[in-house]
């Protein structure tokens, strides 16, 4: 639950500061008004980006990096057929 | 496997890498860049930046939510089935 916390207070605290520059409240330091203007309606839509950028390449490195053992696997498939056999025998649908 | 495993992830990582960078100066870095220069010939219009991902957003939630549909009626209907063969 303390995650889940922390990243609320964080997501409400960027999403006030893009609305006050948004609305242009408050101005945005060190960048000229036009380009702020076309700016900061594409900041929602590049996080979702980021986002969906930020999850493929957290799959592909996880592919990449992953530690396959063949010996396992095949004892793994074996005791899940053992199991499938003994649960089949005592009446459950399996499968 | 290992190696269809390791070609796959980094064909992945590549992808997100180009597609992050691309849309990154697309969005936020063009428009502190002259009318003129010629880094713009290399992308397309900019309001486009901002349909592509919307549009790919209303395709995806459509894409989970039929899936979900699918799968709930599918279970359903082996439940009513199940229900069947026990009364019948």
Request: aromatic content about 14%; proline content about 5%; glycine content about 6%.
């Amino acid at each position: 639950m303390a995650r889940a916390h922390r990243l609320a207070t964080i997501v409400a605290v960027l999403t006030s500061l893009y609305a006050l520059l948004f609305f242009v409240i408050l101005p945005v330091p060190f960048v000229h008004e036009d380009v702020a203007v076309k700016v900061l309606p594409t900041i929602p839509w590049w996080a979702l980006v980021t986002f969906g950028s930020y999850a493929l390449w957290s799959m592909g490195w996880g592919l990449w990096t992953f530690r396959d053992c063949p010996d396992a696997f095949e004892e793994l498939m074996g005791e899940i057929a053992e199991a499938k056999n003994d649960l089949r025998a005592k009446g459950v649908t399996v499968d | 496997m290992a190696l269809s495993d390791k070609v796959l992830g980094g064909a992945m990582l590549l992808t997100a890498s180009i597609v992050f960078i691309y849309y990154t100066i697309w969005a936020i870095l063009l428009p502190f860049f002259d009318a003129s220069s010629p880094i713009h010939d290399y992308f397309p219009a900019r309001e486009w930046a901002i349909r592509l991902p919307a549009f790919i957003l209303v395709v995806g939630l459509a894409v989970i939510g039929t899936f979900i549909g699918f799968t709930i009626i599918k279970e359903n209907r082996k439940k009513a089935q199940k229900a069947r063969l026990r009364t019948a």
